[in-house]
């Protein structure tokens, strides 16, 4: 009858080699060193191994990194609160208390240019207006276009590296060619004028009428693709000459499945983290858009637009310019500081550390 390795045998070897090791041995799946080991120990308790994903391992890693964890709840509050502004402003974005005649025919002071205090805690601009709510619904309108921005560049990018680099030739060299043309062209000259012609107001394309926010977000889109176009490249070009991906060729794969379900998984990390340096960069450029008077007019309010009507009260009227420029830094210090901890959490090389 044959012995069951482990179990009624005193003369059944476990493993091979030199970590070989009887069943009657004192200690139980010690080596030729005198260590334990972890699987001869698992499997005598009756445990069983659960094996762990690569993006499981990238969840532990990315949770590790508390500055990147608080970042991430920072955002997502921000975000809550740009998505639904009406439930957080004490007021609507353009509501005015200006002086006028009261009920029995005294002038009242109303609320221009006041200093922050309880009733308003970010002060009120020149016009009356409560300024928590006119940043709030400018939070909105800054966050909608720096998404929108980054989603629109990280696919055109994207697909841009990902045929380039996996068809090489003739069509790398003509996708190579217009990603060059787009980098030579002096970012903020081309940003001013798209922006003087086609963002002071709506513009009606056809049976789709596109809004000033969305004509911005198109023109940062159009410029802000290329260098994830690069990066994406340049993982394809390494990576069509693995063995997997011949296999995937000679078992009868067409390409699109082969750049999809096979070398597009291996070129998350490096889009996830540019994405997010997208968004932070997207928030910047409208802001400075909209702080040189071609991006986002008035009356939408933007975070940008804000600090440019908050310049003409100078210092008197510090508030009109301070909190609008703090949420700028925090929303983008959050974004960076998220980028540092998908960097991390996606590199492979990493290891879990007991």
Same mark, same amino acid.
């Given at each position: ?7 009624g ?12 090791v ?6 139980a799946?010690?080596?030729?060193f ?5 699987l001869?120990l698992t499997y ?5 191994l ?5 993006? *499981?391992?990238?969840r +532990?890693? #990315? ?5 990147a964890v608080?970042?991430?709840?920072v955002?997502?509050?921000v *975000?809550?609160?740009?998505?639904f502004?009406?439930a ?5 974005? =353009?509501?005015?208390n200006?002086?006028g005649?009261?009920?029995q025919g005294n002038?009242?002071?109303?609320e ?19 300024y928590l ?6 939070l !909105?309108?800054s966050l909608w ?17 990902a045929?380039a ?7 790398? =060299? ?8 787009? /980098? ?8 001013l ?9 709506g513009?009606k394309?056809?049976?789709f ?11 940062l889109?159009f410029l ?7 990066i994406?490249?340049?993982v394809f070009? *390494? ?6 991906v ?17 070398i597009?998984?291996n ?5 996830v983290?540019?994405?997010?340096? +997208?968004?932070?960069?997207a ?6 858009l909209?702080?040189?008077?071609f991006?986002? !007019?008035?009356p939408t309010?933007?975070?940008? =637009? /804000?600090?440019?009507?908050g =310049?003409v009260?100078g210092?008197?009227?510090?508030w ?8 700028i830094?925090i929303?983008? /210090?959050?974004?960076? #500081?998220?980028?540092d901890?998908?960097?991390?959490a996606l590199d492979p ?6």
């Amino acid at each position: 009858m044959r012995s069951t390795p482990g179990v009624g045998s005193s003369d059944t070897r476990i493993g091979a080699g030199v970590g070989a090791v009887s069943a009657a041995d004192p200690v139980a799946g010690s080596d030729a060193f005198g260590r334990a080991s972890d699987l001869t120990l698992t499997y005598e308790s009756g445990l069983e191994l659960k094996a762990r994903s690569q993006w *499981s391992y990238a969840r +532990i890693r #990315f949770f590790r990194h508390k500055l990147a964890v608080v970042s991430l709840i920072v955002l997502a509050f921000v *975000s809550v609160v740009a998505i639904f502004p009406a439930a957080f402003a004490p007021d609507g974005p =353009n509501e005015q208390n200006l002086p006028g005649i009261d009920d029995q025919g005294n002038l009242t002071e109303g609320e221009i240019a006041k200093a922050p205090s309880w009733a308003h805690p970010f002060g009120t601009d020149l016009l009356g207006r409560d300024y928590l709510s006119r940043v709030i619904f400018g939070l !909105q309108t800054s966050l909608w276009v720096a998404f929108f921005v980054a989603l629109l560049s990280t696919f055109i990018g994207t697909a841009v590296g990902a045929f380039a680099g996996y068809y090489g030739g003739t069509v790398d =060299n003509l996708l190579m060619r217009v990603t060059d043309l787009v /980098l030579t062209l002096p970012t903020l000259a081309v940003l001013l004028a798209a922006a003087a012609f086609l963002g002071q107001e709506g513009q009606k394309i056809g049976p789709f009428e596109l809004s000033q926010p969305m004509i911005i977000a198109l023109i940062l889109a159009f410029l802000f693709w290329t260098a994830l176009a690069r990066i994406v490249r340049g993982v394809f070009l *390494s990576l069509r000459e693995k063995e997997f991906v011949e296999a995937a060729k000679a078992s009868g794969g067409s390409d699109m499945r082969i750049i999809i379900r096979h070398i597009l998984p291996n070129c998350v990390g490096a889009i996830v983290v540019t994405m997010t340096l +997208i968004i932070a960069t997207a928030i910047l450029v409208e802001a400075a858009l909209s702080f040189l008077g071609f991006g986002i !007019q008035p009356p939408t309010p933007a975070l940008g =637009n /804000l600090i440019n009507e908050g =310049n003409v009260g100078g210092l008197g009227s510090w508030w009109l310019v301070t909190f609008p420029g703090i949420v700028i830094v925090i929303i983008v /210090l959050a974004v960076n #500081f998220i980028g540092d901890g998908l960097r991390d959490a996606l590199d492979p090389t990493q290891r879990i550390r007991a």
